[in-house]
């Protein structure tokens, strides 16, 4: 199942639709087969990075033969630190029950802890995990990548302790997809301030893009462009009139 609001189709198809391969690292992976960012990349021959801390999500993720890095993401490394793990008991969400995706995090926090406070029926306990910032976990487990094309991050209210442990000089994701669930103004100076510019809100999720990355043109565009330079554009502009011209109502 495509991610919500069709956000890695909507990126994959803008800025990396001639791309047959790349590298995309998932920070809050969840489930690989529900509301997943990475998995329409994985389908397409993409190396995928996940990573996800709790266990039970794991499980799922090798029981389909894929890789995952068993780690909660901050801005420190750090072990046994509790994290908060929400069963939503199966609630419907687009098409699919919802287990421990929403609210699971280092701590239920702001806008989150308030949305739990009116959700009844979740059920929290708390695990310990490793914590380690996004840097030491790459330079572990990955340490063959260079740069980054997209980098997702879904952790619940946590998305800029992930940022904060992240080098984007080394790294230099192409493309960011951030969730940002209350539309926090405080993600967009962040990523101003660090060299990112904010493309589009996708639902719950903001993307940016890296300063110098151009933004490709819509087909409409490219179109115009051809047409212009066959000499063609005046002769399409006719041809497109007189077909409103035919389509207008006939009054009687």
Same mark, same amino acid.
């Given at each position: =199942?495509?991610?919500?609001?069709?956000?890695?189709?909507?990126?994959?198809?803008?800025?990396?639709?001639?791309?047959?391969?790349?590298?995309?690292?998932?920070?809050?992976?969840?489930? %690989? &087969?529900?509301?997943?960012?990475?998995?329409?990349?994985?389908?397409?021959?993409?190396?995928?990075?996940?990573?996800?801390?709790?266990?039970?999500?794991? @499980?799922?993720?090798?029981?389909?033969?894929?890789?995952?890095?068993?780690? +909660?993401?901050?801005?420190?490394?750090?072990? &046994?630190? %509790?994290?908060?793990?929400? &069963?939503?008991?199966?609630?419907?969400?687009?098409e699919?029950?919802?287990?421990?995706?929403?609210?699971?995090? *280092?701590?239920?926090k702001?806008?989150? +802890?308030?949305?739990?406070?009116? /959700? %009844?029926?979740?059920?929290?306990?708390?695990?310990?995990?490793q914590?380690?910032?996004?840097?030491?976990?790459?330079?572990?487990?990955?340490?063959?990548?260079?740069?980054? &094309?997209?980098?997702?991050?879904?952790?619940?209210?946590?998305?800029?302790?992930?940022?904060?442990?992240?080098?984007?000089a080394?790294?230099? %994701? !192409?493309? =960011?997809? *951030?969730?940002n669930?209350?539309?926090?103004?405080?993600?967009? /100076?962040? =990523?101003?301030?660090?060299?990112? @510019?904010?493309? !589009?809100?996708?639902?719950?999720?903001?993307?940016?893009?890296?300063?110098?990355?151009?933004?490709?043109?819509?087909m409409?565009?490219?179109?115009?462009?051809?047409?212009?330079? +066959?000499?063609?554009?005046?002769?399409?502009r006719?041809?497109?009139?007189?077909?409103?011209?035919?389509?207008?109502p006939?009054?009687?």
């Amino acid at each position: =199942m495509a991610a919500e609001g069709n956000v890695d189709l909507i990126v994959h198809d803008t800025f990396f639709r001639d791309h047959e391969t790349g590298v995309l690292v998932e920070v809050g992976a969840a489930r %690989p &087969d529900y509301l997943s960012i990475s998995a329409s990349y994985r389908s397409r021959g993409w190396r995928i990075i996940a990573i996800e801390p709790n266990p039970s999500f794991c @499980v799922l993720h090798r029981a389909l033969g894929y890789d995952v890095l068993q780690y +909660a993401c901050s801005d420190e490394d750090a072990d &046994d630190i %509790p994290f908060f793990v929400v &069963d939503n008991h199966g609630a419907q969400y687009l098409e699919g029950p919802v287990s421990y995706e929403s609210f699971s995090s *280092l701590g239920i926090k702001g806008g989150y +802890a308030s949305l739990l406070a009116e /959700s %009844p029926g979740r059920t929290v306990t708390t695990i310990p995990v490793q914590v380690r910032r996004l840097d030491t976990i790459l330079a572990q487990h990955a340490p063959d990548v260079g740069e980054i &094309d997209v980098l997702a991050v879904d952790v619940e209210g946590w998305e800029l302790s992930v940022m904060r442990g992240v080098d984007l000089a080394k790294y230099r %994701p !192409k493309v =960011m997809i *951030l969730e940002n669930l209350f539309n926090d103004a405080g993600y967009l /100076s962040f =990523m101003r301030d660090v060299g990112y @510019v904010f493309w !589009k809100r996708i639902e719950a999720n903001d993307v940016y893009i890296r300063a110098d990355i151009k933004i490709p043109k819509p087909m409409r565009e490219h179109a115009r462009e051809w047409l212009a330079g +066959a000499g063609l554009l005046e002769v399409a502009r006719r041809v497109k009139k007189s077909f409103q011209t035919l389509s207008l109502p006939v009054r009687r």
